[in-house]
T-cell receptor, first 116, second 111 residues
Framework: DAGVIQSPRHEVTEMGQEVTLRCKPI?????LFWYRQTMMRGLELLIYFNNNVPIDDSGMPEDRFSAKMPNASFSTLKIQPSEPRDSAVYFCASSSFRTSGVDTQYFGPGTRLTVL | EDQVTQSPEALRLQEGESSSLNCSYT??????LFWYRQDPGKGPEFLFT???AGEEKEKERLKATLTKKESFLHITAPKPEDSATYLC????????????FGKGTTLSVSS
């Protein structure tokens, strides 16, 4: 099992540029989550999808952030335009959604974003 | 508002010195409480899920317990390789929902 795959692992960009982060969930999982981690705020949810449908995007900080999941094996998180305060580590996680019980989320290695 | 608080923020132990990490939570309709381990520069690694008060789970030197208000991660005779940040998270409401994380406890074990 390859686990959750994220790319790029590191991204350095200048303020105002567009940034696209990518995620491939674990095969067979149908829930996908984007989290952001900072020293000040810890891990916080940005948005999540069930069966490719966005369910809760209340954590997306501004309209500059957008996320898509065109199919079960791929998702993107886009920031346009980027700002220095967007600098953080962005994690993707996936789980196997079930109507009963609890579904464990497995995390990718993260993308460290630095906006200069 | 659903909330997770972990204490202490940082813990330094000598090798072999047992201790406990605390995770207190307030949540409506707890579905599960999760413990993760995070090493520097890596993503959180799943350790345990606890579903109901009174439940306990063990893995090597780690044991997690759950009450109606808090969870403990007990570390018995820790080794330097146990040094990491330990994150607690809760899932509430319906299945398939996001986790609410505490800010973590950073554990350092010296030999």
């Amino acid at each position: 099992d390859a686990g959750v795959i994220q790319s790029p692992r590191h991204e350095v960009t200048e303020m105002g540029q567009e940034v696209t982060l990518r995620c491939k969930p674990i095969s067979g999982h149908n829930s996908l989550f984007w989290y952001r981690q900072t020293m000040m705020r810890g891990l916080e949810l940005l948005i999540y999808f069930n069966n490719n449908v966005p369910i809760d995007d209340s954590g997306m900080p501004e309209d500059r952030f957008s996320a898509k999941m065109p199919n079960a094996s791929f998702s993107t998180l886009k920031i346009q335009p980027s700002e220095p305060r967007d600098s953080a580590v962005y994690f993707c996680a996936s789980s196997s959604f079930r109507t009963s019980g609890v579904d464990t989320q497995y995390f990718g290695p993260g993308t460290r974003l630095t906006v200069l | 508002e659903d909330q997770v608080t972990q204490s202490p923020e940082a813990l330094r132990l000598q090798e072999g010195e047992s201790s406990s990490l605390n995770c207190s939570y307030t949540v409506s309709g707890l579905r599960g409480l999760f413990w993760y381990r995070q090493d520097p520069g890596k993503g959180p690694e799943f350790l345990f899920t606890l579903y109901s008060a009174g439940e306990e789970k063990e893995k090597e030197r780690l044991k997690a317990t759950l009450t109606k208000k808090e969870s403990f991660l007990h570390i018995t005779a820790p080794k330097p390789e146990d040094s990491a940040t330990y994150l607690c998270a809760v899932q509430a409401g319906q299945a398939g929902t996001a986790l609410i994380f505490g800010k973590g406890t950073t554990l350092s074990v010296s030999s």
